[in-house]
């Protein structure tokens, strides 16, 4: 059984900073690449960023040079430090992962968080 725990979302002002976390628990033999996924009402999942386990990351273009995503692969953990949000960031966020577990270290599983709001308003 393989979980994924985030915190750290919240109401913020525009301007203003967050940092959401997401660990990974379980029967974890390996995982590839972790990121946050972002849903606003009326809209699409869609990819905020990601980031391998050789560090390699990627990022929407709409959070480029404002969020920064990084990963402590001996806790099985993902940052995801979001400065000068605005109003468009509002949605909620999940975390995704793909995982192997010690009863198939081959092969990788998509998993996903349960989603943590994240409000940008004065």
């Known amino acids: 059984q393989v979980q994924l725990v985030e915190s750290g979302g919240g109401l913020v002002q525009p301007g203003g900073s967050l940092r959401l976390s997401c660990a990974a628990s379980g029967s974890i033999f390996s995982i590839h690449v972790m990121g946050w996924y972002r849903q606003a009402p009326g809209n699409q999942r869609e990819l905020v960023a990601s980031?391998?386990?050789?560090?390699?990351?990627n990022y929407a273009d709409s959070v480029k040079g404002r969020f920064t995503l990084s990963r402590d692969n001996a806790k099985n953990t993902v940052y995801l430090q979001m400065n000068s949000l605005k109003p468009e960031d509002t949605a909620v966020y999940y975390c995704?992962?793909?995982?192997?577990?010690?009863?198939?270290?081959?092969?990788?599983?998509?998993?996903w968080g349960q989603g943590t709001q994240v409000t940008v308003s004065s």
């Open positions: 995704n992962a793909d995982i192997s577990t010690f009863s198939d270290k081959y092969y990788y599983t998509e998993y």
């Open positions: 980031i391998t386990s050789g560090g390699n990351t």
